[in-house]
Nanobody, 125 residues
Framework: QVQLVESGGGLVQAGGSLKLSCAVS????????MGWFRQAPGKEREFVAA????????YYADSVKGRFTISRDNAKNTVYLQMNSLKPEDTAVYYC??????????????????WGQGTQVTVSS
């Protein structure tokens, strides 16, 4: 049973930074692409960023490109999302997700199979 546990959310002022973490268990983490999604109140869940199994390929939503960075540490079974220059519109619950197709090198916003429980990020103006 794969488990994904997010942490690192909180309240931050506009222009500030946060770093989210997602610890994965129950699978050989290093084989699988990972992603981050978010859902704001009253809105559908949207894609934020993805990273290939090796970390060599990344893909971002236009709304976060240049501000957010996804990375991973395969030795720690953890994926990260560094968020800089935060805006009030970044306020949402952030979820990490895993794509259980092994060794996928080309990452997109699709193909994810499981999501974590989420961590709240609130950006005040």
């Amino acid at each position: 049973q794969v488990q994904l546990v997010e942490s690192g959310g909180g309240l931050v002022q506009a222009g500030g930074s946060l770093k989210l973490s997602c610890a994965v268990s129950g699978r050989t983490f290093s084989r699988y692409a990972m992603g981050w999604f978010r859902q704001a109140p009253g809105k559908e869940r949207e894609f934020v960023a993805a990273i290939s199994w090796s970390g060599g390929n990344t893909y971002y939503a236009d709304s976060v490109k240049g501000r957010f960075t996804i990375s991973r540490d395969n030795a720690k079974n953890t994926v990260y999302l560094q968020m800089n220059s935060l805006k009030p519109e970044d306020t949402a619950v952030y979820y990490c997700a895993i794509d259980l197709t092994a060794w996928r090198t080309s990452v997109t916003s699709r193909g994810f199979d499981y999501w974590g429980q989420g961590t709240q990020v609130t950006v005040s103006s």
